[in-house]
C-alpha cells in the first residue's frame, strides 16, 4: 500500500489548494466546505488557516488540510491525502512547468509498474538507469523523467503515493488522465468521448474479440488503433479482463503517442510499433478507432471519411475494425457532393458490415453531436455486386443512464454486429433487434441516410426447439397458479371530520419528520443486479420513483460503497423516498437498508418523546408513511416540498390503517408481477403463432 502519512507530507509540502479543490477532492458540495471552514473555526481539530491567496480567493497548505480530513473523518473521499497530492502537484510545484510535471509524473507511474520497489526508496540515477533499462531508445518515457532534474525525487514520492493508494500504477494513472477536463488539457479532452461512449466501443470489441482471439492467437497484436489520440479507446478495450488474458497494443511510432505508450505501460500492457508509419499495420485481428481522434478538432465529412479510408485499406482479410464517428460522416445524408462520393467509394469496398448510429451527448466538448459506429470486415466477392448490402442499427432514442447503456440494449447490438458479419444464412437465422437490411445499391441510388435506406429483415422459418411452446405453457401456469390472499381489510361507516393537514416544512421544525439528503453516487458505481444478493444493496433513485426502472433493479457493491462513500446513508425501515424532479413522486422503503440516489431523498419520522411513536403528532395524530408517500406524490410539479400539506391520521386508526394499506401495496406489487407476465405471455404467443413454432389447440370442450 502507500506510504505512511509521516512519509507523505513532503509530497504535500509547498502544495496549495482552495475551497473548491477541497470539496471536488472530499466529494462533497462547495458550501459544505465553508461550513466546516466556519463551524470548526476553533476547538481540538480547528480547520487549517490560509496560507495566501490566488485571484482573491484563500490557499491553503495541502498537509494540514489532509491531516484535518484525516483526523476528523470529514468527507466521502477515504484516499484523500493522495489525491490532494495529485490534484496540486500537477498544477503547483514550483518551479516545474505544469505539462513537466505531468509528463513526468505519468512517466513515473509506467516505470513503477515494472519496478519491484518503491521509486523513492532509489537514487535519482538509479531511477534514470532503470528507466534507461525499461526504454533504451527513448520511445516512451526517459526523456520525461530525465526532465524532472531537481524534483525527480519529490515525484518519485508521489508516484508511489498515488499507485499505493489507487492500488496499481494502471489506476492511478487513470486518475491522472481524469484530471484532464478540470485543468482544461485541450490536447487530451478535444473531441474526448463520454465514458458510455468508450464502454459502448468496448462491449463491441469485446465481442468481436471473443472469435478473433480464437481465430488468430498468432498476431503480433490483439488490438490496434492507427490514430490513438491519448489511449482512451485502447484502455477501455483492453480493460476487459475476461476477454483478454495478456492484453496487447498496436500503435504507430513517433513522439505524438509517447503518452499513449506510457498509459498502456502503466497497465503493465505490451505495446508494438509497427516499421510501417502509415495507416494500419494489418498485424492484429481488431483494429478500434476514433475519428477524429482525442486532440483533433472538429473535422469535416470528407477528412472523416479520408481517415476512414486508410483503415479499410489496411485491414488484412480476416480481420475486423470497430470506428466510432460522426454521424454526419458515417451514417447521415451527405453534405457534400464530395462527401457523397467519398463514402461510396467505401460502401462499394463491401467491406461494412455494420452501422449504429448513437444518440448525441456522447462527446464531452460538443453534447449535442451525434456519433456512429462502422463496424467492418471482409468484403464478399462472391456475392454479385447488385445484390450487396450491410446493415443499419438505430441506436438514437436509447440515451445512456450515467456513464452507460442499458445492459440488454448493449447486448442485443452485440449479438445483432457479430450476426452481421456472418454469411446470409447466419443472418436469415437470426433476429436482429436493431440492425435492418441496407441494399448497398439503394444506399448509393438514394444518396442519403443509410437509415432512412434500411429495410426490415425478412426472416425465414427458424425452428426453436419447442422452446416458445414451452415457455407459452409455463406462463399458463403460472399465472392460474398464482395466490392471491384476501386482503382482509374491514371498513365501515364513519362520522365526518375535518381534514388535518400540515405542511412539511412545519412537521420537519418539530422533529416530527426528518429531512435525510440522498447519496452522490458515481454513475460507474451503480450497476444491475445479478451478482450475490448478499453483496448487494439496492439503490432508490428517480427511475425507480417515475417508474423507469423496479425497485431492487439497480443496486451497488455492498463493499464498494461502504469503502468510497464514508459519509453513505442507507435507508430504514418505513422511510419515505420522494423526489420532486422531473415531478413529485413517492413511496416506503418498507424493508429499508436501501441507498438513495440524489437528487431522491428520505422523509424519516421521528418521536419527540421517547414514549412516542414515530410520527405522533401530539396525543390525538399520527403520520403513517404510505399516507405520506400517496400525498407526497399528488403534489402539484415546481413547489417545495416544505410547502407540501400532508395529512395527519387520527391516532385510533393509525395501526389498521397502515396495516391495510401495506396489505394494497403487496396486492399492487403482485398486480404488476402478474401484468408482466401477461404482457410476457402475450408476445410469446404472438410470435410463435405467426412464426408457427406454436399452435393453439382446439381441445373438445367435453374431454
Same mark, same amino acid.
Given at each position: 500500500?502507500?506510504?505512511?502519512?509521516?512519509?507523505?507530507?513532503?509530497?504535500?509540502?509547498?502544495?496549495?489548494?482552495?475551497?473548491?479543490?477541497?470539496?471536488?477532492?472530499?466529494?462533497?458540495?462547495?458550501?459544505?466546505?465553508?461550513?466546516?471552514?466556519?463551524?470548526?473555526?476553533?476547538?481540538?481539530?480547528?480547520?487549517?488557516?490560509?496560507?495566501?491567496?490566488?485571484?482573491?480567493?484563500?490557499?491553503?497548505?495541502?498537509?494540514?488540510?489532509?491531516?484535518?480530513?484525516?483526523?476528523?473523518?470529514?468527507?466521502?473521499?477515504?484516499?484523500?491525502?493522495?489525491?490532494?497530492?495529485?490534484?496540486?502537484?500537477?498544477?503547483?510545484?514550483?518551479?516545474?512547468?505544469?505539462?513537466?510535471?505531468?509528463?513526468?509524473?505519468?512517466?513515473?507511474?509506467?516505470?513503477?509498474?515494472?519496478?519491484?520497489?518503491?521509486?523513492?526508496?532509489?537514487?535519482?540515477?538509479?531511477?534514470?538507469?532503470?528507466?534507461?533499462?525499461?526504454?533504451?531508445?527513448?520511445?516512451?518515457?526517459?526523456?520525461?523523467?530525465?526532465?524532472?532534474?531537481?524534483?525527480?525525487?519529490?515525484?518519485?514520492?508521489?508516484?508511489?503515493?498515488?499507485?499505493?493508494?489507487?492500488?496499481?500504477?494502471?489506476?492511478?494513472?487513470?486518475?491522472?488522465?481524469?484530471?484532464?477536463?478540470?485543468?482544461?488539457?485541450?490536447?487530451?479532452?478535444?473531441?474526448?468521448?463520454?465514458?458510455?461512449?468508450?464502454?459502448?466501443?468496448?462491449?463491441?470489441?469485446?465481442?468481436?474479440?471473443?472469435?478473433?482471439?480464437?481465430?488468430?492467437?498468432?498476431?503480433?497484436?490483439?488490438?490496434?488503433?492507427?490514430?490513438?489520440?491519448?489511449?482512451?479507446?485502447?484502455?477501455?478495450?483492453?480493460?476487459?479482463?475476461?476477454?483478454?488474458?495478456?492484453?496487447?497494443?498496436?500503435?504507430?511510432?513517433?513522439?505524438?503517442?509517447?503518452?499513449?505508450?506510457?498509459?498502456?505501460?502503466?497497465?503493465?500492457?505490451?505495446?508494438?510499433?509497427?516499421?510501417?508509419?502509415?495507416?494500419?499495420?494489418?498485424?492484429?485481428?481488431?483494429?478500434?478507432?476514433?475519428?477524429?481522434?482525442?486532440?483533433?478538432?472538429?473535422?469535416?465529412?470528407?477528412?472523416?471519411?479520408?481517415?476512414?479510408?486508410?483503415?479499410?485499406?489496411?485491414?488484412?482479410?480476416?480481420?475486423?475494425?470497430?470506428?466510432?464517428?460522426?454521424?454526419?460522416?458515417?451514417? &447521415?445524408?451527405?453534405?457534400?457532393?464530395?462527401?457523397?462520393?467519398?463514402?461510396?467509394?467505401?460502401?462499394?469496398? &463491401?467491406?461494412?458490415?455494420?452501422?449504429?448510429?448513437?444518440?448525441?451527448?456522447?462527446?464531452?466538448?460538443?453534447?449535442?453531436?451525434?456519433?456512429?459506429?462502422?463496424?467492418?470486415?471482409?468484403?464478399?466477392?462472391?456475392?454479385?455486386?447488385?445484390?450487396?448490402?450491410?446493415?443499419?442499427?438505430?441506436?438514437?432514442?436509447?440515451?445512456?443512464?450515467?456513464?452507460?447503456?442499458?445492459?440488454?440494449?448493449?447486448?442485443?447490438?452485440?449479438?445483432?454486429?457479430?450476426?452481421?458479419?456472418?454469411?446470409?444464412?447466419?443472418?436469415?437465422?437470426?433476429?436482429?433487434?436493431?440492425?435492418?437490411?441496407?441494399?448497398?445499391?439503394?444506399?448509393?441510388?438514394?444518396?442519403?441516410?443509410?437509415?432512412?435506406?434500411?429495410?426490415?429483415?425478412?426472416?425465414?422459418?427458424?425452428?426453436?426447439?419447442?422452446?416458445?411452446?414451452?415457455?407459452?405453457?409455463?406462463?399458463?401456469?403460472?399465472?392460474?397458479?398464482?395466490?392471491?390472499?384476501?386482503?382482509?381489510?374491514?371498513?365501515?361507516?364513519?362520522?365526518?371530520?375535518?381534514?388535518?393537514?400540515?405542511?412539511?416544512?412545519?412537521?420537519?421544525?418539530?422533529?416530527?419528520?426528518?429531512?435525510?439528503?440522498?447519496?452522490?453516487?458515481?454513475?460507474?458505481?451503480?450497476?444491475?443486479?445479478?451478482?450475490?444478493?448478499?453483496?448487494?444493496?439496492?439503490?432508490?433513485?428517480?427511475?425507480?420513483?417515475?417508474?423507469?426502472?423496479?425497485?431492487?433493479?439497480?443496486?451497488?457493491?455492498?463493499?464498494?460503497?461502504?469503502?468510497?462513500?464514508?459519509?453513505?446513508?442507507?435507508?430504514?425501515?418505513?422511510?419515505?423516498?420522494?423526489?420532486?424532479?422531473?415531478?413529485?413522486?413517492?413511496?416506503?422503503?418498507?424493508?429499508?437498508?436501501?441507498?438513495?440516489?440524489?437528487?431522491?431523498?428520505?422523509?424519516?419520522?421521528?418521536?419527540?418523546?421517547?414514549?412516542?411513536?414515530?410520527?405522533?403528532?401530539?396525543?390525538?395524530?399520527?403520520?403513517?408513511?404510505?399516507?405520506?408517500?400517496? &400525498?407526497?406524490?399528488?403534489?402539484?410539479?415546481?413547489?417545495?416540498?416544505?410547502?407540501?400539506?400532508?395529512?395527519?391520521?387520527?391516532?385510533?386508526?393509525?395501526?389498521?390503517?397502515?396495516?391495510?394499506?401495506?396489505?394494497?401495496?403487496?396486492?399492487?406489487?403482485?398486480?404488476?408481477?402478474?401484468?408482466?407476465?401477461?404482457?410476457?405471455?402475450?408476445?410469446?404467443?404472438?410470435?410463435?403463432?405467426?412464426?408457427?413454432?406454436?399452435?393453439?389447440?382446439?381441445?373438445?370442450?367435453?374431454?
Amino acid at each position: 500500500m502507500g506510504a505512511s502519512p509521516a512519509a507523505q507530507v513532503p509530497v504535500l509540502h509547498g502544495l496549495r489548494l482552495s475551497l473548491s479543490d477541497v470539496a471536488e477532492l472530499a466529494r462533497v458540495q462547495r458550501p459544505v466546505v465553508s461550513v466546516w471552514r466556519r463551524r470548526y473555526a476553533s476547538g481540538p481539530h480547528p480547520f487549517p488557516a490560509p496560507v495566501g491567496t490566488r485571484n482573491g480567493a484563500a490557499r491553503f497548505a495541502a498537509a494540514d488540510v489532509a491531516a484535518w480530513v484525516e483526523a476528523t473523518g470529514r468527507g466521502n473521499n477515504p484516499a484523500f491525502r493522495a489525491d490532494v497530492a495529485l490534484r496540486a502537484a500537477l498544477t503547483e510545484t514550483p518551479g516545474l512547468p505544469d505539462a513537466a510535471a505531468f509528463a513526468g509524473l505519468t512517466a513515473l507511474l509506467a516505470l513503477k509498474a515494472y519496478a519491484a520497489e518503491p521509486l523513492a526508496g532509489l537514487d535519482p540515477d538509479d531511477v534514470l538507469d532503470l528507466a534507461d533499462e525499461l526504454d533504451p531508445d527513448d520511445t516512451s518515457l526517459y526523456a520525461e523523467i530525465d526532465a524532472l532534474g531537481g524534483h525527480l525525487a519529490t515525484s518519485c514520492a508521489l508516484a508511489d503515493l498515488a499507485a499505493g493508494s489507487a492500488y496499481t500504477p494502471g489506476a492511478a494513472m487513470e486518475t491522472v488522465l481524469a484530471d484532464r477536463f478540470r485543468v482544461g488539457r485541450v490536447a487530451l479532452t478535444r473531441s474526448a468521448l463520454a465514458p458510455a461512449a468508450l464502454g459502448l466501443v468496448a462491449d463491441v470489441a469485446g465481442a468481436l474479440l471473443g472469435d478473433a482471439v480464437a481465430l488468430d492467437v498468432t498476431a503480433d497484436g490483439l488490438v490496434e488503433d492507427p490514430y490513438p489520440g491519448c489511449g482512451d479507446l485502447l484502455v477501455a478495450v483492453l480493460g476487459r479482463g475476461e476477454v483478454l488474458d495478456a492484453p496487447a497494443a498496436v500503435i504507430p511510432a513517433g513522439d505524438a503517442h509517447r503518452l499513449t505508450r506510457r498509459r498502456l505501460g502503466a497497465h503493465g500492457w505490451s505495446v508494438t510499433m509497427p516499421a510501417d508509419q502509415g495507416g494500419v499495420s494489418g498485424s492484429a485481428p481488431l483494429v478500434v478507432t476514433q475519428v477524429p481522434a482525442v486532440g483533433s478538432g472538429p473535422v469535416d465529412d470528407v477528412e472523416a471519411l479520408a481517415l476512414v479510408d486508410e483503415v479499410v485499406l489496411g485491414l488484412a482479410p480476416g480481420r475486423h475494425a470497430v470506428v466510432v464517428g460522426p454521424a454526419s460522416a458515417l451514417v &447521415d445524408a451527405p453534405s457534400s457532393a464530395e462527401a457523397d462520393s467519398a463514402r461510396a467509394v467505401l460502401l462499394r469496398a &463491401d467491406r461494412l458490415r455494420a452501422a449504429v448510429l448513437l444518440p448525441a451527448g456522447l462527446v464531452v466538448e460538443r453534447p449535442r453531436e451525434r456519433l456512429a459506429l462502422w463496424v467492418l470486415g471482409d468484403a464478399r466477392p462472391d456475392v454479385p455486386i447488385a445484390e450487396r448490402w450491410t446493415t443499419v442499427a438505430d441506436l438514437s432514442g436509447f440515451a445512456p443512464v450515467g456513464s452507460r447503456f442499458d445492459r440488454a440494449v448493449v447486448e442485443d447490438l452485440c449479438t445483432d454486429v457479430v450476426a452481421a458479419l456472418g454469411t446470409a444464412d447466419d443472418v436469415a437465422r437470426h433476429a436482429f433487434r436493431f440492425a435492418r437490411l441496407a441494399p448497398t445499391p439503394d444506399v448509393l441510388a438514394s444518396r442519403g441516410s443509410l437509415v432512412t435506406a434500411a429495410k426490415p429483415f425478412v426472416r425465414g422459418a427458424r425452428d426453436d426447439g419447442g422452446a416458445a411452446a414451452v415457455r407459452a405453457g409455463e406462463l399458463v401456469t403460472l399465472l392460474d397458479d398464482a395466490p392471491r390472499p384476501p386482503l382482509d381489510v374491514q371498513v365501515e361507516r364513519g362520522d365526518a371530520e375535518q381534514v388535518w393537514r400540515l405542511p412539511l416544512g412545519a412537521l420537519a421544525d418539530r422533529k416530527i419528520v426528518r429531512h435525510v439528503p440522498g447519496n452522490r453516487l458515481d454513475g460507474a458505481d451503480v450497476r444491475r443486479a445479478g451478482g450475490e444478493p448478499a453483496g448487494e444493496v439496492r439503490v432508490l433513485g428517480v427511475p425507480e420513483l417515475c417508474g423507469d426502472a423496479d425497485a431492487g433493479e439497480r443496486v451497488v457493491d455492498r463493499l464498494a460503497f461502504a469503502a468510497r462513500y464514508a459519509a453513505g446513508r442507507l435507508t430504514e425501515p418505513g422511510d419515505v423516498v420522494f423526489c420532486t424532479t422531473p415531478r413529485p413522486a413517492a413511496f416506503v422503503d418498507s424493508a429499508g437498508f436501501s441507498v438513495v440516489e440524489y437528487p431522491a431523498r428520505v422523509l424519516r419520522l421521528r418521536s419527540r418523546e421517547p414514549e412516542d411513536v414515530p410520527g405522533a403528532v401530539g396525543r390525538e395524530g399520527r403520520l403513517v408513511p404510505e399516507v405520506l408517500a400517496h &400525498d407526497v406524490g399528488s403534489q402539484a410539479r415546481g413547489t417545495r416540498w416544505r410547502s407540501w400539506e400532508v395529512r395527519v391520521v387520527r391516532a385510533h386508526q393509525a395501526e389498521e390503517v397502515t396495516t391495510a394499506l401495506a396489505r394494497v401495496r403487496e396486492r399492487q406489487e403482485a398486480a404488476r408481477r402478474e401484468l408482466a407476465l401477461l404482457d410476457e405471455l402475450a408476445t410469446t404467443l404472438v410470435d410463435g403463432v405467426t412464426s408457427g413454432v406454436v399452435r393453439m389447440r382446439k381441445d373438445d370442450p367435453g374431454s
